[in-house]
């Protein structure tokens, strides 16, 4: 390594260290990317494309293409899940691409992959227009391709023709059209059926195909007009139930078969919905000849799949009816070399493996050369930002090629770089990287010979829980970004209770079976068998009114101590984003005998943790978790013992209440935690060990508490995405609150310093009646467009009347309270549309107080600053994404900030990417809530000491 005398660089990179990141999650991540590196295998894909569109436009759109399968064969750690996030961003603009990992529930396989499509298509990627999802692209290309020919022709034949000539002109304009160009008012219904009725005509005659159920719903989705119905169709297409009210108002119809009372047959309504999610990816890949290229669907994380030969098969046969009945895709599938030889190809049927091996390519080796480039490329934002001497600095070609004789993989090599990179910053154990003094990588270790000590913690645990705490902010994301699907969370509760039972418990248990009621409809459950004792049962259920009614009296009748009921007692899981049950379900669930069943809605902090472990356990079968100096891959072993030392299963209240009913389960649970482990908030209690791991995991010292400050999750700053540029250069004010400080630290872009904050208002409280000096006013309201409907920039005049009622309440409460003098404060508002419309709701108080925008605003700063973010339910402005408006608006402020936004809107993944999804519930958990009635009942008297108390 380098030497730096002068420990000039070293100080530096100790504040900025480089991310060195070692695996992708999933291929919508954005990490540095070398293009030399499996460049040809890239290339061959993007040709297989090329090959596919040709032939698809060649053709007339009721033909298509079959699909085409490549494998793709790597190592661990390789680049597989890189190679699809390559992929992912330079082809889902043209190419929707979909992202299926491994199925976890043998009997709803088919049904897996539809709703990880439809959780893909959801999905915001480069390339769109802003606020677009994959889906909407899509959709909106399809039936614009359809709509198009059946407008002309009612032109040609005088048919209302002047509307839909306007229609016509729209849509040639651009598709993305179609979602706005129904106009309000008592005729919109009748022209979305005027449009869904040809739609559907067209489709049942040249592609019968077509699922009538499925496109109706899609229709309907291009022209819902709020993110709640949007999402209630896109629950419903997946299979997940809705109330019965919904599905009438939205015209959804009946696709998924439901059982009519509770002697219907289990087996059948099984094998139907499998039937139907089939023919509803068939639906997909049909309505993609109208978009004239084809889609990319892949398949990747199969490496669990070893050992589950019912699983593995059953996936076999999905995969041959998806090749035989659904056209215009290319089908990609990623697995290890070693597996695909000793296990696929032993376990499914030569007809399958021709289809997905079609083509099979082969990833690059690694060697020093490519080594320098990735470590360059992985180095470069921080070497441009500290301006540091070298591409590589502190690394020389000495360690790279030292390294690199170590390491068999990228990632491998980026872990022991990563750690070589820790001791040199140390300058404990700083390595010179000559040939007698460089310090060799050790060999591997057995598990069995490392010892964690206090001083030097066990490399394996340190690991465990580091790659756990980035799978919970993962999971946080992928949680907001999903919908509710029972058939996943009980393949992943399951297969965590198999593999933890399995290594915790001796003798282990028999989970193998499932409680069933003569064939009649139950739950998705598994029955739970010890050694000894009474068998338990462990159930998920997300149905809705009379199925939810009959699949809890089918399992209930088979649970309690009687010697003819197949378990002594049943955990009942259900998703808490699912509607919460009434009538006869709710009077059913409320009387269920403590001592033999209870029910448990997930909250957030509960779904995480199960998505958080299940998917670090599949990262770890893909041998993406390394621990040591020698970055080590983690085998599967040794990563569940990790987990029950650790003790994180008691994260999961589902495997206590199993243990409670069953205490020989107990060492489903691990041990409790270790004090002398990272980090020292965790307990040994272990009634606190589900808060307090969460919390130190996900940097949030609120998670257990009740109420709404525990609805909102903290996300570090040193996590969030830096791809929102910020172009604010106001000068750097002298002085501000150190909770205000704090925001402007958050909201500041990687590479900027912020200023030199200093703290003499620290010693005064935040305004009577507030509790910080940072302060959210939740506010919610319809967004109301510009009066000239043709405007060029309509966002740019938009108002939000029940934002301006709420800061006019608001003002007249702090004068009449002599709280604050109107000219101390200033009313920040992102458009000229809304500041005129604040002049106007205060009437003649508009003339002591200052509102503007931002442009007009002249770097005026104020005591007091209102920031009112007007958007709400639509797509945002530009003027509204990155840094530049908020972090403009907070620096406005001497002492307060109140912000008067809808916190659901600016947490919704349908108007926002991830990385500003991210930033804003980071900036919305550093900011207290206070609702507006509570402002409102607040006693002139109040002390300021009152309202820091309050």
């Keep these: ?117 439809i959780e893909s298509l959801t999905r915001h990627v480069p390339g769109l227009a802003p606020g677009q999802s994959q889906l909407d692209h899509l959709l909106a290309h399809v039936f614009t391709a359809v709509l198009t020919p059946i407008l002309e022709k009612d032109i040609g034949d005088n048919l209302n023709a002047k509307l839909k000539q306007r229609w016509l002109k729209l849509l040639k304009q651009t598709p993305s059209n179609l979602f706005g160009m129904l106009e309000g008012g008592s005729g919109r219904q009748k022209h979305l059926d005027y449009l869904r009725n040809k739609t559907l005509a067209y489709l049942r005659i040249h592609h019968p195909d077509v699922d009538q159920t499925v496109a109706r719903a899609l229709i309907n989705y291009c022209f819902l007009a709020t993110e709640r119905d949007r999402r209630a169709t896109l629950t419903w297409l997946i299979g997940q139930e809705i109330d019965e009210t919904t599905v009438k108002r939205l015209g959804l119809g009946s ?96 007809a399958v493996q021709d289809r997905i091996a079609q083509d099979r390519l082969e990833l690059d080796p690694f060697d020093a050369e490519r080594a320098e480039a990735l470590l360059a490329v992985h180095l470069r934002d921080t070497v441009e930002e500290l301006n540091l001497p070298d591409p590589i600095y502190p690394f020389t070609r000495e360690d790279v090629a030292e390294l690199c004789g170590k390491a068999h993989s990228p990632r491998t090599f980026l872990q022991a770089a990563r750690n070589r990179l820790d001791d040199w910053l140390d300058d404990a154990r700083a390595v010179v990287s000559t040939s007698a003094t460089a310090v060799p990588i050790p060999c591997e270790t057995p598990a069995s010979e490392t010892s964690p000590t206090a001083s030097s913690p066990d490399p394996i645990l340190k690991a465990v829980m580091e790659s756990y705490r980035r799978a919970v902010v993962h999971a946080q994301v992928e949680r907001r970004q999903g919908l509710p699907n029972e058939e996943d969370l009980f393949g992943r509760l399951s297969q965590l209770l198999r593999k933890l039972a399995a290594c915790g418990v001796t003798p282990p248990p028999d989970c193998s079976g499932r409680v069933t009621n003569r064939g009649r409809v139950m739950p998705s459950n598994l029955l739970v068998r010890p050694a000894e004792g009474p068998a338990v049962a462990l159930a998920v259920c997300h149905a809705q009114g009379n199925s939810l009614k009959s699949r809890l009296e089918n399992l ?37 005998d403590p001592g033999r069943a209870v029910a448990l809605m997930l909250d957030e902090r509960q779904g995480v943790a199960i998505q958080a472990l299940s998917d670090l356990l599949t990262a770890v079968e893909q041998g993406e978790v390394a621990a040591g100096p020698d970055a080590r891959v983690i085998d599967e072993s040794e990563f569940l013992d990790a987990v029950l030392r650790l003790g994180l299963p008691r994260t999961i209240r589902a495997f206590e209440e199993l243990v409670r009913f069953a205490p020989v389960l107990a060492g489903l649970l691990g041990q409790p935690l270790d004090t002398s482990l990272e980090p020292e908030s965790f307990t040994q209690t272990p009634s606190q060990t589900n808060s307090a791991a969460l919390a130190a995991a996900w940097g949030n010292d609120r998670v257990g508490t009740s109420g709404p400050a525990s609805n909102s999750t903290a996300v570090k700053a040193d996590a969030l995405p830096n791809d929102v540029p910020c172009l604010w250069d106001e000068p750097a004010p002298e002085t501000l609150p150190a909770e205000l400080a704090e925001l402007t630290r958050l909201l500041t872009p990687e590479g900027q310093s912020p200023w030199n904050v200093a703290t003499a208002h620290d010693a005064a409280p935040p305004l009577q009646g507030l509790p910080s000096r940072a302060v959210l006013i939740p506010v919610s309201g319809e967004v109301e467009p510009p009066d000239d409907e043709h405007d060029d920039q309509p966002h740019l005049k938009r108002t939000n009347p029940a934002q301006v009622r709420a800061v006019t309440t608001l003002l007249r409460r702090w004068i009449d309270t002599k709280t604050v003098e109107p000219e101390q404060v200033l009313i920040l508002a992102p458009y000229d549309a809304q500041a005129r419309a604040l002049r106007e709701g205060l009437g003649t108080l508009a003339q002591r107080v200052a509102i503007a925008t931002l442009e007009n605003s002249r770097q005026r700063r104020a005591d007091v600053v209102v920031a009112v973010s007007t958007d709400d339910q639509v797509p945002p402005s530009p003027a509204l994404l990155g840094r530049t408006w908020m972090r403009s ?62």
């Design 889 to 950: 608006a907070v620096a406005r402020a001497r002492r307060q900030w109140v912000w008067i936004a809808n916190p659901q809107y600016l947490i919704n993944f349908r108007f926002f990417p991830v990385a500003e999804l991210m930033r804003n519930r980071a900036t919305l958990s550093r900011c207290r809530t206070v609702p507006l009635a509570t402002l409102e009942a607040t006693t002139p008297a109040a002390s300021h000491g009152d309202a820091r108390s309050a």
């Design 1 to 117: 390594m380098r030497q730096d005398e002068t420990n000039i660089y070293r100080s530096l990179l100790e504040e900025r260290p480089p991310k060195l990141i070692t695996y992708v999650n999933t291929p919508w991540e954005e990490v540095p990317d070398l293009a030399d590196y499996n460049a040809k295998a890239f290339q061959i894909l993007q040709r297989r494309l090329r090959a596919m569109t040709r032939r698809l436009q060649a053709q007339a759109p009721s033909a298509g293409v079959a699909s085409e399968g490549v494998l793709i064969l790597g190592e661990a750690g390789t680049g597989k899940t890189h190679l699809l996030m390559r992929v992912a961003r330079a082809m889902s603009a043209t190419n929707p691409v979909m992202f299926i990992h491994k199925p976890n529930n043998e009997e709803a396989v088919a049904q897996h992959v539809w709703a990880q499509l």
């Design 556 to 592: 209930l009748a088979m649970v309690g101590p009687e010697n003819d009921r197949v378990a002594a007692a049943a955990v009942l899981v259900r998703d808490g984003r699912c509607p919460v049950p009434t009538g006869q379900s709710e009077a059913l669930l409320h009387g269920l």
């Design 255 to 350: 696709l998924w078969p439901e059982p009519l009372d509770e002697k219907d047959s289990d087996i059948y309504l099984r094998q139907e919905r499998e039937r139907l999610a089939i023919r509803a990816i068939q639906t997909v890949g049909d309505l993609a000849r109208h978009y004239g290229k084809p889609l990319i669907l892949a398949f990747d994380q199969l490496e669990g799949l070893r050992g589950e030969t019912r699983l593995t098969q059953r996936w076999g046969d999905v995969m041959q009816q998806l090749f035989t009945v659904v056209p215009n895709m290319l089908v990609l599938t990623a697995v290890f070399p070693g597996l695909w030889e000793s296990w696929f190809r032993c376990e499914l049927h030569q």
